[in-house]
């Protein structure tokens, strides 16, 4: 009867963490920017405009919206005539990420928008607007972008987004009519040091982050260089 009652307990001990840990390893996939899946999504695309003539599935947005989340692929044109499903990391079914696509003219390309980046923003702004919009200034950056005072918002430690370049914590940093984006700054330095190309004053140099990555640097400010090929805020 106690062996009994044992592997009766045991049982209800492993489905237990079985049940637990399902979720888990669930939620990592769902955070993960597979490259199959961007194949997948990248064919489906690509035979939609060859069946439409050239047409794009994606969703309607004003034209004024950051270049990086302004074509969402929109799945409901794609699944399932085109593709079996939609991705299990896309924003559509739980996941992390937004369908995006690049280069719409001349090659349209799939690329991933990190949408934990989006909701890093969201907790900031959530904290100015409960300090009446009021954000108190700690440094002068370049024309018109600020590194605000994360202490006197009410931050314990300074807000970050995990980069999907590098893995370092980036800041964050505010303009001066109050959005707030993400520095990348720390990661074109580096990109800079092994980017092969030819770059000029006064051209975005986003590019260079994503051209071999799937996600883009959405939520920033765009960037060029000075004449030490480093990289600085490109102000109007």
């Known amino acids: 009867m106690k062996k009994m009652t044992m592997f009766i307990l045991l049982l209800l001990i492993v489905g237990f963490l079985s049940a637990c840990g399902y979720p888990q390893s669930e939620r990592a996939g769902n955070q ?13 695309v690509n035979q939609y405009r060859g069946a439409t003539g050239g047409l794009l599935p ?58 934990q980046a989006a909701e890093a923003i969201r907790s900031v702004n959530v904290r100015k607007s409960a300090n009446g919009g009021r954000v108190p200034i700690s440094e002068i950056l370049a024309d018109n972008v600020y590194k605000f005072n994360f202490k006197e ?25 109050g959005d707030v984006y993400i520095d990348y700054s720390m990661d074109l330095y580096s990109a800079l040091q092994e980017y092969e190309g030819t770059l000029e004053e006064g051209q975005d140099i986003r590019f260079i982050l994503y051209e071999e990555h799937a996600v883009v640097p959405a939520y920033s400010l765009p960037y060029t260089i000075d004449e030490k090929n480093e990289p600085i805020f490109l102000t109007e």
């Open 32 to 44: 993960i920017p597979y490259e199959d899946q961007l194949i997948t999504v990248q064919n489906a």
């Open 58 to 115: 994606i969703k309607t947005r004003e034209m004024d919206v950051d270049q990086y989340i302004k074509y969402p692929v929109d799945f409901s044109k794609i699944v399932p005539d085109y593709t079996a499903e939609v991705p299990t990391n896309a924003f559509e079914t739980g996941g992390v990420f937004q369908y995006v696509l690049m280069d719409v003219e001349e090659n349209p390309t799939v690329k991933l928008v990190d949408l």
């Open 153 to 177: 918002m009410g931050f314990s430690e300074e807000p970050t987004v995990v980069s999907p370049y590098s893995g370092r914590n980036l800041p964050m940093v505010i303009t001066g009519r």
